[in-house]
Each structure stands twice: as C-alpha cells, then as structure tokens.
C-alpha cells in the first residue's frame, strides 16, 4: 500500500495490475502511445447482417477472458448489455471483463451472472445495486470506476484493451453506417460509442431499426463496424431520457440555485464568449434558469454549453444565447430532436469532451460548471461515487474531467441529506480532488476556496452569504451532530480512478 | 527486378524500401496495424496560436530527414504547400518528403527546392510540370504515386509516417477546431485532411480565416491539433474549385456520354438504389445528365452519389433522386454551399470513401462509376497518369479505387487524341487494371469486358455498337497508324503504387 497526495491508501496491485496513486490534477504525463487495433480488410458490398446476438459472438471470436463493452446512451432504458450477457453465458464463456461506459439500475440483471463467473470484472462505474452489494462483499467482482474522460483515456492509450464493442444503433444501415438521432431507441448523440467503435478490436453495430443504406448522418461510419445485429428492441424508449430534467420547486433548491447564480454574477465569467455546464438535476437546471435570464438582461452572447444537454441548452442554443451545444449524451427528447437539425448543435466524442490526454478537450475551455455532491470535505474534495454509507451507488460521469477543465467549478449540494450532514471533515470517497473545485453553495451558505480571493471578496461586497469551509461544517454539524465513522473492512473492492489514469482512492468493503 | 502479373518489372527496393509486385486487386491481406503516435497532455485552455508558419515548423521539431503533408482540397488556388517549403528551406532544412494528397500545377514552385535537395522525395501523386521533369530524369525526385484510397491506406497502416500535417483551414479557431465551409478559402470537404488529422506525428492547421471558438462545425477536432497558424492567404480561392464543371458541348464528347448512358440502361443497375459516381470532366457530366433524366423518367429514388461532388450532384440530392451524397472532396462552390446546409450531403475521409483496408469503403457500395482514360489497352488495362509521350502529368485520384470497387466502371474517352491512339495494344503505364474494369466507351463504339456477357448482348440486342477490344484498336490503329514504341532509360524514376499498397508499375526515364 502506498499514501496518495490525499492521505489515501492505494494497493499498488490491483486486479493484477500496477496502480499510480494519485499526485495532483496536471503533472502526470501519458507515457503511451494510442492504441492501435489489427487492420482488416473487406472486399465485398454485401450485407453484414448477422441473424442474432448470438451469432455475433460466435463471429467475433469472443473468448474466456476477454473485455467487451456498451455504450450508456440509451441509459436506464438500456437492454442491450442484459441480452448480451446472457447469450455470452448461454455460450458458456466465462471470466468476461466489462468495459462500458457506465452501467445503470436496470442492469442488476447481470448479478447472477457476475455470481457464476460469467461476469468477473467492471472495468468502469456503476449506478445502483451491483456497486451496494460490492461494497457489501456480497459480489465478488473487481471494479474500477473511471469519469468519462478517464475512460476515453483507458481506451484511447490501450490501458483497458476492449475485445469487443457492442454498439446500440439507433438508425443503422445492413453496411454498419449508424447515427444514434432516429428511430424508437433514439438516443441522439453517440459520443461514448464512438471512442469504443475507434478502440474496440471488434465492432458490432447492433440495432432495432435497420434503414436502407445509407444511415445518414454518419455518426459512427460502416468502415470501422465488423457486423450488424438487429434485434427486436434496443430497450425501453421511455427510460432512455433521464428523469429529473425539470427546475426544483423545492424551497432549500431555489436558495441553492439563487446564490450559485451570485457566484457566477461575482466570478467576472458572464461576459461574450460565456462557456457553460450544467447536468440534469433540479437545482442544476434552476442554475441554468437564472443564467439564461442574466445572459438575456445583460445581452451576453456566449460560447458554447456542452456536456450532457438538455433541453434548456437547445433553448438557449435557439435562442441565440450560445453559438454551440458540445453535445456528448442527450440527457432528454428534446435535446435528441435538436442534434438532428441544429447546426450549431454538435455531437463530440467521450475523448473530445474530457479527455485529459489530448491536445486539450473541450472542458478545457469551460468558464462555469454546476456539479453535485453526495459530501464535500473541508479541503473542498468532492464525493460523488459513495454514500454516505459506504456503499458505491453512483458513477463519476464528467464530475472530476469538468472540475478540472473549467475556471470556476461550483458544487451545488444542500447542507443535509436524510439527516447526515454534507459537509465533513472528510469524505467517504475522494472522486474529485479539491484543489480543482471553486466554490461550494449550500442552502447555509457558501464557502469559496482560497484560490479564489477576489470572488470571495466580491460576494462579500454583495453580502452574500460566504463563509470559512470549517464554519459550515460546524454549523451543519451542530444540527446533525458529527457523523459516526463507518467501520470498514481491509478488503478493497475497487478503486476510484483519476481522469489521469492515477488512483485517487479506493472502495472498502463496508463492514457488515 | 521481378515481375507483376500484369507483365511489369518491379524493382525489389526503392526509394530505400522493399516493394511488393502487384498480384491482383483483392487477395492482398494488410499485414498490419492501425499506425499509432505519441499521446500528448495539453492542459490549458488557451490559444495554439502561433505568429508564423516559420514558427510553427520549429514548434513542430521538424527534422531534416522527415515526411510533411498538406491535402489538396484548394486544388491549384493552394499558396500553402509552396510557402510551406520556402520557409522550411530558409531554417535550412533539408532531406524533406513530401506526402501531400495531390500536388497540382501551381506546386511547380518546388522546383528549386528539388533541385537543392530541400525535398528529396514525393510520397504522393504529381499533376504537371515536376513530374514531367522527373520523366525527363531532369530532377532527382523519387516519386510514389498512390490513390485516394491508397493514400489513406497508407497513413492508417503507417507505410507512411506522417511527421508533420500542415493543414490548410478555412474557418478555424485559436484552439484548433476547423471546418471547410466557410471562409475565403472555403473548400467544402476536407475529406482528405481528416486521414492526416488522425495519423499525422503532429498537426498545424493553417488559416486565413480565424474565428471566434468554437469554429462550428467541427471537421477536425481540436483534440487533434497541436499548433494553429494564421496567415493572410491559403491562395486563390478563384482557382479553388476545379475547372471543367459543365457538360461537354463537343459532338465526340456528346456521342460517347450518349453511349455510356445506353450502357447503364443496359446494365440493369438502373434501379431504386442505384448509386453512382463521375467525375468533373464536360462527358462525365453528360453522362450524369443523362442519368438525371433516366432516373426522374422511371421514378428512380437513388441511394447515394459520391467522390468529389458537383453542383449537379447537389441537384439531384436536392431533388430527391439521391438520398445522400458521400463527399470526399467538393468540385464546385456550389457542393461547397451545400455541403454546409444539405443534411443528406455528407463529408466523407479518404479512409471511409475509398482505402481497401478496413471494414469496407464506400467505394465497395456504388454501383456505377464513370472513369477518364489517357489510354485503354487491349485487356482493359488503364493509364491515367502518363501521357503516350511517357511523361507523368496525373495523379491517380481515385481511378482504381472505384474501379475496384463499383459493380460497374465505364472508362469514357475519345478514340483518338492529338493523332494518338487511345485504345492500343499496351498502355504506357497501368494505373488501373482490366480486371475492374468494366466497359470501355468511345465514340466508335464500345468494349465490353468478358466478365459481363448479359449487358455486352443486352447492349448488342439494342443496336448499340459493341466491338471487341482488337477489333476497335484496329480500327483507331486505321487511322492514327501503330503507334512507336517509346524509348526509355533504365532508371526507374517513379512507382505506381496500385491502391493495396502492391505496385503495378514504374515510371521509367523517357529517353532524351
């Protein structure tokens, strides 16, 4: 075991690899070159048209051992990855790694497969149950959890060599061509796919809604596609979009949203050529809400907003308010409708978003990010990944890439959560570190890290709530009293990857 | 010295590397894997901007010794290349080859720099003057002349390492994202650039047209690019788009379009689906004139046109005769209009359009091409780039490409040109075997490969006048005389390298 920078212990093997532990956000250099793949040669015009997901198995070569993945486009709606699965199991083939994007609720069908062996790493985040009963010890199955740009990382160096990729299409061609913008598992942008139809050795497009050639617009071209699938159902449509993509009506969200837009009005960022981020929840789209009506009052043209989109970024995208959507997910139908038809609406690769290594990503050129928290540490670390009971319930998606990439990061949490305070001492997990992290706002006030003098001062000036992180945490702590700490066992479960590649701390099991 | 199934001697080694005879144009396997480069970190968020393309040469640690590129979408208005070589011979450097996608006329600014040994080797197809030169053995400049396709080909497997892209960009932000839609340089497609753009060692692109970021849509992706560069001018942009875009008037050339348009109605290709390529040559467009008015006469709804693109594809993508347009290169302003606007016209790599070697180009789905010739030989042999004085003035483009892979090439030329036969017993040069190619079409009749005997009766049953091969060189022969023989040197100057990366010939010295 060695300390990272943060106090934490990392194993220096882990799932029979060496670990780096985590230094700090920028020093680390790739020490790689990309990853390359076998080259294969096609003559032929025909269909690559295959009858069944079983059949595409058999054709790919897929072996015991080997890593396969999925994209999360299609979200808690997906049904993909459970079929897949299952018919990898029905072959018989054991100790398969999964690589996805991010796995969701829905996928707890995999469980008894991950019990039986056929299942026996997660070579990326979950959501939901697989990662509570990991953390209990009651699945044995290694995992790593990595943000979306860390990802693109692993698949771009080669670091997670990925067998193959099964790839939902939305509106494919027999030929391979497929965009995810039509069709009844429309998903609208493709941009986790695409790193996997790039990296993967194999690609198998696999689709409920087979057009005649061509699939246009190409999103993910027929030159890197292996085999086409079609399948009765991609998933359930209706779970595809996120759910929580209306503002908070919710009094102590309002006040949260309020004084993260003071923040924003202080940061001297709302000016022409504004960049923006927000993800999909409550308080986040409220956020987005004040700034669209500061952008209106004060004539602000802007930039570009990008990550995950909603619908509130294609309408301020229409309404002129930004030139650009970087689009990575559609987190909602009305965002899948645009991709389709607005020309400033692009969709970009996993890699273009956030990946920490390349010629500079997209959120490299963030001004302002709206990011969340499950608990937040006096020296500004956030926790996304964990509970506070120790259990891995959430995956990273952009949260550290974001923080990193933009000027001013804000975390948006409220001070409580079912009795337990947010702000702590320490957090359960590190995900993103705090020297990448702005401001915290809660409902109690804010608390501006100290690489950020003149916007404390000026949200002083304002009089609006600002306060020493200590403060906070003895204030909240004074309602809540200080938390318990949670009993651990020595068994470490996975590890929380830096978007670098570094391990910025592990998950324990939790003692029972 | 070996021989190639076609009967040419093939130098064991060239240019320093061993050279593989040409056995046909489907068996050769790719013997590699897709090139790799070296991972960078890029972590701010500021410009790449750099003052001179002086200073982005030395940024780029360009290297006596090394491979630079630049595409060719400006044509004969691009100004890059030449002041590109200037600048690299003013820091002194020397030993440079050159890998550009074409090098056109304007180009023969490079003369000088031959001469002095500032380029000492072209990895890539010449039009005009140089190579003529090199055919006189008046400059010492190996050459290698390739495809589109194989072009492609060879930077993915790496055959070609790329060191340094400069990338001409039309409409192009500090941070490196570029498109080619607008601007005074505005290009349409930068089809051929995107292979660069991914395989290249380092990327620079090169404005005149700097905007605000982000440059939307994104062709190339910042993520990609190391160095951005402004200039006053990439070139002329009056000279940009090709010349010969309308429909030929010349009673030959009319009767030759007229006879190819009997061969496709013959073929039985005509049909909903139907995909299609010409050119930009007057009876290429006759040609497609031709279709228009059979498609809009039996209703056909096409699938897709593609290759460099026309105004007159746009028409009938806007017509709804197409469903879309692949485009790897934009011919006219018009397909550069329409290629920012049109949905279904879709900007294509020179991977995706045309290298043999991946999961299948687009070329693999036409059905029907239209070729140019400067001479046919009696086993349907092609020669696109000498000319019967044995000097090299053409580069390939995509001649064998689509040849290979269309269900159908038509290779339209007059019988006779400038009192020389242009059917003949053997061609100067073989671009583009017989084997792929379908029909020949003059305007004495028409030659129909033995590999389609339902059209050759089919054609026949219509009255149109099909010959045998012989019996047409003989005819043409009749008039024009057997042409001499020419008389070269030993000294290979040049190879012919066929698209799969075999060669299928040599360009000797023409003897003085």
Known sequence: MVLNSLGRQI??????????????PWSLQPNAERSTRAIRRINHNGSKLLGSLREAIIATGLKDGMTISTHHSLRNGDHLLNDLVKEIDA????????????????????????????????????????GELISKGELDCPIIVRSHGGRARALITGEVPVDVAFLAAPCCDEYGNFNGYYGPSACGSLGYAMVDAQHAHKVVAVTDNLVPYPAIPVGIPQTVVDFVVQVPTLGDPKKIVSSTTRVTTDPIGLQIAKYAANVIECSGLMKNGFSFQTGTGGISLSVAEHVRNMMRKDKIKGSFGCGGITGYFVEMLEEGLFEALFDVQCFDLKAVESIGRNRGHQEITAGTYANPFNCGAVVNRLDCVIISATEIDVDFNVNVNTESNGYLLHNTGGHCDVAAGAKLSIVVAPSIRGRLPIVRDAVTTITTPGETVGVIVTERGIAVNDKFPDLKAELIKRRVPVKDIRELRDEIY??????????????IVGLVEYRDGSI?????QVAA
């Open 11 to 24: 194993p220096e093997i882990f799932a029979g690899k060496k670990q780096i532990p985590y230094s700090d």
């Open 91 to 130: 072959l018989g083939l054991r100790d398969i790694k999964i690589a996805s994007s991010s796995i969701h609720i829905v996928h707890a069908e995999l469980i008894p497969y991950i019990r039986k062996g056929t299942i026996t790493g997660l070579e990326c985040g979950v959501n939901g149950l697989i």
């Open 478 to 491: 004074a309602i809540t009293g200080v938390p318990k700490p949670l009993q651990f066992e020595d068994k």
């Open 504 to 508: 910025i701390d592990v998950i324990r």
